[in-house]
């Protein structure tokens, strides 16, 4: 049995359309499930532009620094539930056991919805990289629907069409 639980943080493959741009987390949600077709474009997808922005700005390795200890902590509760879960059910009876990633389904929810708060607050300002926050996001230059009516209002850095936001997807496996 291992003792050791990976927490995978990654970006589902939503590509930059002006489909996807519409509802970005529709597109993210029906892309984790794969409901929608592949896409083989030359437009850039979520993935592509989280690589860019992780070089560039390193916003996955901040987030994972400023809440490392609360993700601990909120997946060893998730662990002392269930031994409560466990203990108060009925002697004498087998039970299955899950898998791990559909037993933290909670916790990576949770950890997703966090990171999509990092964001809408704009946590990353306090990094202290240069160039944050972004120029366009000063500026209010939005590249998605209703860019023209948005234009000049200051917005979040990193939520500039909203499917880089929406792509984020967060699990928790045993290694």
Known sequence: ????LVINMGFVN???TKETLAKPMTAAKEESSR???RHFSKTKDAEKVSNILEDKYGILEFFNEKYSGL???MISSR???LAEEVLARPQGRQYTIAKMSNIMKPVSKDIEKMFREFLDK????ASGNAGIPTGAALLGIRHGIGSKTLKGVPRPSFIDTGIYRASFRCSVDKK
């Open 1 to 4: 049995m291992s003792d050791k």
């Open 71 to 73: 993700i601990e902590t």
């Open 79 to 81: 662990f002392e539930d």
């Open 122 to 125: 704009e946590e990353m300002n």
């Open 14 to 16: 939503t590509p930059y």
């Open 35 to 37: 409901k929608r077709k």
